[in-house]
């Protein structure tokens, strides 16, 4: 009898097991199973919020948008209405047309949250880039599932992660049995600094049911002693559409038209003590309003320009956009044992003539203050043709120090004695470029781009070209011609070719040609796991008697170094300087491997933080280097990004050495 019943609870445990994985597949296959990835659609979505400060100090100032709520009023609320362009699960454009709230000048707050406000619930990441979702199949690994019947029709899941880590989460979901699609579901996360938990119930039909029709979030945000409390609630598919022409409206009336439900107690306590206040202000004297309005516009105007980032938009429809990287934010320092701390400063602006037509400038400068150099680079760019990437570009900026050794020989050659060549600098020559491109895609595998580039090399020590009777300045000018395959698209690996012949025109007398090739591939594999891979090549065929520098398009240094995200991958970070122009030739190869759930993520309480890590190996061989090898390890969190590395050259150990660049609010 024993046995009989351990039979039968073994076959029913089987049977259950079998059910519930009939039922995944089913859920996991749902998103394939309804619409075209490229059908499109329009939504109008109304949005209430409530911030609440629950401990805060000055150090709130410096957080990104969170400058307008550090100070005042504990209590904040707002509603803003906006229309969307959906294609399969992705936003395509976003108008918000009101906006209407009690932070000052109409604010946002805590902009970073608003990318859980659409979760795509069946995707690989569920925010863009970020947390890997338990409904898509290549995370499936990742979670464990338990699977309840409810009733005939639905099922709930419940689902953890298998390991804490801040690219997953843990919740529920309640799912219609016979065709697997989410109805509800609500979890929990924690992800760069925020603790969020989100409430969502999906769309019924086609493409809409991939969305949610309403979505509530709680937040928390901790930070050094701040303490605030977020309340979001957003409703999808509202029926009112208003017109085009009504953009960033502030208009209340209109606000409380579209209102698709009345507010929340909190958000409506917020409003009626503002507007009470609003109703008891005192009319002072003019001098006292004067200089009121005068403190308010310089501490605003502080607030803009100094810890937030400053972005807006101008024309008469809003084409062009403007964005002005704070003045004091820790994400734009960076550390390497090379260039010792580096501060970075970004802007960009951008004007749209149509869909197909725009232009663009930038200027990004980095202050080294181990070397006291300043590196900038400013590029202007002219797009006459965004389908086909065709462009126009010019852009100007200075480049590493370089060096030249054949010059100072023929200095140092010369017959002064009464002069120490050794105690002066003569090897460095500062660089300032111009360069003028224009590019054109044939087709999603052929691209062509001529250009021309100008260099001016300047002594850094003039005092013993001088004395030699050398000049200072070395000029050169150079047609150029760039030649890129994509065999795969723009999916696979890109094959990019280079020449550059020197050319004597007035006072650029360097004559001198160069070949280079370049092939780069980034393999994208499941649960954001992917493979960087780089060869490049490149040498001199000719060069003249006064063709001094040597210079090349995909082997140099970075100036202005960037974070976890810009520059890491397949880039040298202990070779130095000097070698980059010191051969005739170069082969290099790079490997970068990258995951979110590798080496520390392992560790107890400290993997729960890590948000990506990278093996890297980096080899080079040119004259005197056969070969130069790094290996490295790197690892990204939300407070900072860190990698270490060690390097060999022609097989001894060369050195040992570390990078290191703040996170701290990168997405915010």
């Known amino acids: 009898m024993a046995v009989l019943i351990?039979?039968?609870?073994?076959?029913?445990?089987?049977?259950?097991?079998?059910?519930?994985?009939?039922?995944?597949?089913?859920?996991?296959?749902?998103?394939?199973?309804?619409?075209?990835?490229?059908?499109?659609?329009?939504?109008?979505?109304?949005?209430?919020?409530?911030?609440?400060?629950?401990?805060?100090?000055?150090?709130?100032?410096?957080?990104?948008?969170?400058?307008?709520?550090?100070?005042?009023?504990?209590?904040?609320a707002g509603e803003t209405y906006s229309s969307l362009m959906i294609r399969g699960d992705r936003i395509v454009k976003a108008v918000r047309q009101l906006n209407t709230g009690t932070i000052p000048r109409h604010k946002d707050a805590m902009e970073t949250v608003t990318k859980y406000l659409m979760p795509n619930v069946y995707?690989?990441?569920?925010?863009?880039?970020?947390?890997?979702?338990?409904?898509?199949?290549?995370?499936?690994?990742?979670?464990?599932?338990?699977?309840?019947?409810?009733?005939?029709?639905r099922v709930e899941i419940v689902f953890r992660p298998k390991r804490y880590n801040t690219q997953l989460i843990s919740g529920s979901a309640i799912a219609d049995k016979a065709t697997g699609r989410i109805i509800k579901v609500r979890f929990n996360g924690e992800y760069d600094l925020v603790n969020f938990h989100v409430d969502l119930a999906m769309g019924i039909d086609g493409a809409r049911s991939l969305l949610p029709k309403t979505c509530d979030i709680d937040v928390k945000f901790h930070f050094i002693g701040n303490k605030i409390r977020?309340?979001?609630?957003?409703?999808?598919?509202?029926?009112?559409?208003?017109?085009?022409?009504?953009?960033?409206?502030?208009?209340?009336?209109?606000?409380?038209?579209?209102?698709?439900?009345?507010?929340?107690?909190?958000?409506?306590?917020?409003?009626?003590?503002?507007?009470?206040?609003?109703?008891?202000?005192?009319?002072?004297?003019?001098?006292?309003k004067e200089e009121s309005k005068w403190k308010k516009v310089l501490w605003d105007s502080f607030g803009d320009y100094v810890v937030n980032r400053t972005k807006g938009n101008f024309g008469a429809n809003g084409q062009g956009a403007f964005r002005i990287s704070p003045i004091l934010n820790p994400l734009y320092l960076s550390y390497s044992g090379r260039r010792g701390v580096t501060y970075k400063f970004k802007l960009n602006a951008s004007y749209k003539f149509s869909l197909n037509s725009d232009i663009s400038l930038a200027f990004n400068a980095g202050y080294s203050f181990k070397q006291?150099?300043?590196?900038?680079?400013?590029?202007?760019?002219?797009?006459?043709?965004?389908?086909?990437?065709?462009?126009?570009?010019?852009?100007?900026?200075?480049?590493?120090?370089?060096?030249?050794?054949?010059?100072?020989?023929?200095?140092?050659?010369?017959?002064?004695d009464s002069i120490d060549w050794d105690k002066m600098n003569l090897d460095y020559f500062k660089d300032l470029y111009v360069k003028l491109t224009c590019n054109y895609d044939f087709s999603d595998k052929w691209s062509v781009q001529p250009g021309l580039i100008f260099h001016r090399r300047s002594a850094v020590d003039h005092a013993g070209f001088v004395a030699a009777g050398r000049p200072t300045e070395y000029y050169s000018l150079a047609p150029s011609l760039q030649l890129q395959y994509r065999p795969a698209g723009w999916r696979g690996p890109v094959i990019t070719a280079d020449y550059e012949r020197g050319i004597r025109a007035g006072k650029a007398d360097m004559d001198y040609e160069r070949y280079e090739l370049d092939v780069s591939w980034k393999k994208q594999f499941h649960t954001?796991?992917?493979?960087?891979?780089?060869?490049?090549?490149?040498?001199?065929?000719?060069?003249?008697?006064?063709?001094?520098?040597?210079?090349?398009?995909?082997?140099?240094?970075?100036?202005?170094?960037?974070?976890?995200?810009?520059?890491?991958?397949?880039e040298f970070q202990l070779l130095g300087s000097n070698w980059y122009n010191a051969s005739e030739y170069y082969v290099r190869t790079n490997v970068t491997y990258e995951s979110p759930l590798m080496v520390l993520s392992r560790i107890p309480y400290v993997g729960r933080l890590m948000e990506m890590e990278r093996i890297y190996m980096n080899v080079l061989f040119v004259e005197h280097l056969h070969p130069y090898i790094e290996y490295?390890?790197?690892?990204?969190?939300?407070?900072?990004?860190?990698?270490?590395?060690?390097?060999?050259?022609?097989?001894?150990?060369?050195?040992?050495?570390?990078?290191?660049?703040?996170?701290?609010?990168?997405?915010?």
């Open 6 to 76: 351990m039979l039968t609870s073994a076959a029913d445990t089987y049977a259950k097991q079998e059910t519930d994985s009939l039922m995944l597949q089913r859920v996991l296959a749902y998103r394939q199973s309804v619409c075209p990835a490229d059908e499109e659609f329009s939504s109008n979505v109304y949005l209430s919020y409530y911030f609440k400060t629950e401990k805060r100090n000055f150090t709130l100032m410096a957080v990104p948008s969170m400058f307008y709520i550090s100070r005042g009023k504990r209590e904040y």
């Open 123 to 153: 995707g690989v990441t569920m925010f863009g880039p970020q947390v890997l979702s338990p409904f898509n199949k290549s995370n499936i690994r990742l979670y464990r599932y338990d699977i309840t019947g409810l009733t005939d029709n």
């Open 230 to 288: 977020a309340e979001y609630h957003a409703v999808y598919d509202n029926p009112i559409v208003l017109p085009d022409s009504i953009v960033n409206s502030h208009d209340k009336q209109l606000m409380a038209a579209v209102r698709p439900a009345p507010l929340p107690p909190n958000v409506k306590d917020v409003y009626h003590r503002e507007d009470s206040l609003n109703s008891l202000k005192d009319t002072a004297a003019t001098k006292k």
């Open 372 to 416: 006291r150099q300043l590196y900038f680079n400013v590029p202007l760019k002219y797009n006459f043709n965004r389908k086909r990437n065709g462009f126009i570009g010019v852009e100007i900026g200075n480049g590493n120090r370089i060096t030249n050794s054949s010059i100072v020989d023929q200095v140092k050659n010369e017959q002064l």
């Open 528 to 570: 954001l796991r992917s493979l960087s891979l780089r060869f490049g090549n490149g040498f001199y065929t000719s060069k003249s008697r006064n063709s001094y520098f040597l210079d090349y398009t995909n082997f140099r240094e970075e100036n202005i170094p960037g974070g976890w995200n810009d520059d890491w991958a397949c």
């Open 632 to 668: 490295g390890y790197g690892f990204t969190n939300r407070f900072f990004s860190m990698g270490v590395f060690m390097a060999t050259r022609n097989t001894k150990f060369d050195g040992f050495g570390c990078r290191f660049g703040f996170e701290l609010f990168r997405d915010w």
